[in-house]
């Protein structure tokens, strides 16, 4: 069975950084394109940074250089550092596989930025 842990989310100003931790379980980690979802009150979830197995890495417009994500097959996690958060950065963010989810999402981990 699939599980999704996501933590390090938290209230921030403006500007300051945070770093997302998600622990993947269930699953052959290595084998898989992993990501990071955002998604806001009313809104879609939205796939925001992805890491392949190659680890090569994909991010969308509005993080693009202030998001990194990254993996480690080690101990079965995904990251992501989170630098000069701005309000519109808020919302719930989950990991998952880019495009099929990995059965039934986590909790998420909530990332409030106040301008």
């Known amino acids: 069975q699939v599980q999704l842990v996501e933590s390090g989310g938290a209230l921030v100003q403006a500007g300051e950084s945070l770093t997302l931790s998600c622990q993947m379980s269930?699953?052959?980690?290595?084998?898989?394109?992993v990501a990071w979802h955002r998604q806001t009150p009313g809104k879609t979830r939205d796939l925001v940074a992805t890491?392949?197995?190659?680890?090569?890495?994909n991010y969308a417009d509005s993080i693009k250089g202030r998001f990194t994500i990254a993996r480690d097959n080690a101990n079965n996690m995904v990251y992501l550092q989170m630098n000069s958060l701005k309000p519109e950065d808020t919302g719930t963010y989950y990991c998952?596989?880019?495009?099929?989810?990995?059965?039934?999402w986590g909790q998420g981990t909530q990332v409030t930025v106040s301008s």
């Open positions: 269930g699953i052959n980690f290595a084998n898989y394109a």
């Open positions: 998952n596989n880019p495009r099929t989810p990995f059965g039934s």
């Open positions: 890491v392949f197995m190659s680890e090569a890495q």
